[in-house]
């Protein structure tokens, strides 16, 4: 018998990312290739967006997908959220000319409230929420802080992508493939401030560090590589990551759905505990292994050197700062 369908609600459908992502979802790469699907896509209320929104729905409809059982497409996050079980909060808005970090932060921050109060009247009782709009970790927190009646450890954010990245760019130094970089791992804000890893991550069984032996590589290239990585993408494309980082999502939500095999874990932005340090409350990038119940706990007990316990306090200042700038909508 199959399966009956999930609801998976969308934000910024008809965005880069979106158009990247929808066609993996609805192909059953996200929830499995017997999971039936139904997408709920949201958008801000422009005829231009939703104009948008209807050219992607319509090749969606043209890939005749066998998961694709039904689309929503609407502006109002009411309908968009209604019974979702999986809520991708991956619209917002891009930081304008001139724009400061904490300006876009005060931008995007009601957008977060008003989207974390629509799912926690309306959507599913199992709902999960996975957001990828920048600032991603505070966005995050908002949404949290704005659904009072949903688990707090329903929430994350992506660092996924981040993580990817980092290994990638391991595999490429110690010419490797990299399928033999494991335990890659980002900690902190999906930011230029996020800590790679390079001492639990292994290369072939072995710590990054000691297989490549280079620290100023290690602290210095490699770290900034992988924390402006999207800045040079954006630099040599003219716009922002869009495939790789719907192909994180991909992963990110596979991560929380699937049992983490034995030993490993994947660099995922949930609610710290206090855990490394990491002030309590923060949504924040830490090993996170997924028991495919639902439920995920932090890995406990990883070394990190001076440097990366530096990395780590930075980021999390950054964090706090960023906790402070949106205050107001904490409630
Ligand atoms: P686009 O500007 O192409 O698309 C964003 C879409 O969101 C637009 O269609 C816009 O109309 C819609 N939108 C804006 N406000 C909305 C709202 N309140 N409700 C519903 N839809 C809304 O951006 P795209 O390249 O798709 O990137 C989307 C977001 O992902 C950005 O915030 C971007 O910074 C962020 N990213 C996060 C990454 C991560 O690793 N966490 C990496 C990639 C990406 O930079």
Not at 247 to 272: I, K, M, Y
Request: hydrophobic letters at 40%; a negative charge; glycine letters at 10%.
């Amino acid at each position: 018998m199959s399966k009956s369908p999930i609801r998976v609600a969308v934000t910024g459908a008809a965005g880069q990312i979106g158009y990247a992502l929808l066609p993996r979802i609805a192909s059953g790469q996200m929830f499995g290739a017997d999971q039936p699907v139904i997408l709920q896509l949201v958008e801000i209320p422009v005829d231009k967006a939703m104009q948008a929104l209807e050219g992607v729905a319509m090749e969606l409809e043209d890939c005749a997908f066998p998961l694709l059982q039904d689309m929503v497409l609407t502006s109002d996050p009411a309908v968009g959220f209604k019974d979702a079980n999986w809520c991708l909060l991956v619209g917002s808005k891009p930081r304008g000319p001139g724009m400061e970090r904490n300006d876009l932060i005060k931008e995007n921050g009601p957008i977060f409230t008003g989207q974390g109060r629509a799912i926690n009247d309306h959507a599913a009782s199992d709902v999960r929420v996975a957001v990828v709009g920048n600032p991603c970790n505070t966005n995050a927190l908002i949404a949290m802080h704005s659904a009072p009646d949903v688990p707090r450890e329903r929430f994350s954010a992506m660092t996924r992508l981040d993580q990817n990245r980092a290994q990638a760019q391991l595999a490429a130094k110690a010419g490797v493939h990299t399928s033999a970089v494991s335990h890659a791992l980002i900690w902190g804000n999906h930011s230029a401030t996020q800590v790679p890893d390079f001492v639990n991550t292994r290369i072939d069984g072995r710590s990054a560090a000691e297989v490549i032996q280079d620290e100023a590589w290690l602290t210095g290239d490699f770290f900034k590589t992988v924390q402006q990585r999207g800045a040079a993408i954006i630099k040599a494309r003219g716009l922002s990551s869009a495939a790789s980082a719907a192909n994180g999502l991909v992963d990110h939500v596979r991560d929380l759905r699937q049992a983490t095999p034995e030993g490993e874990w994947r660099s995922v932005c949930v609610r710290s505990d206090g855990s490394y340090g990491v002030t309590e409350g923060l949504i924040s990038s830490f090993p996170v292994r997924a028991d495919g119940q639902g439920g995920w706990s932090i890995v406990q007990g990883l070394e990190l050197t001076d440097f990366l316990q530096e990395k780590l306090k930075a980021t999390v200042a950054e964090l706090e700062h960023e906790r402070e700038v949106v205050s107001d909508l904490l409630g």
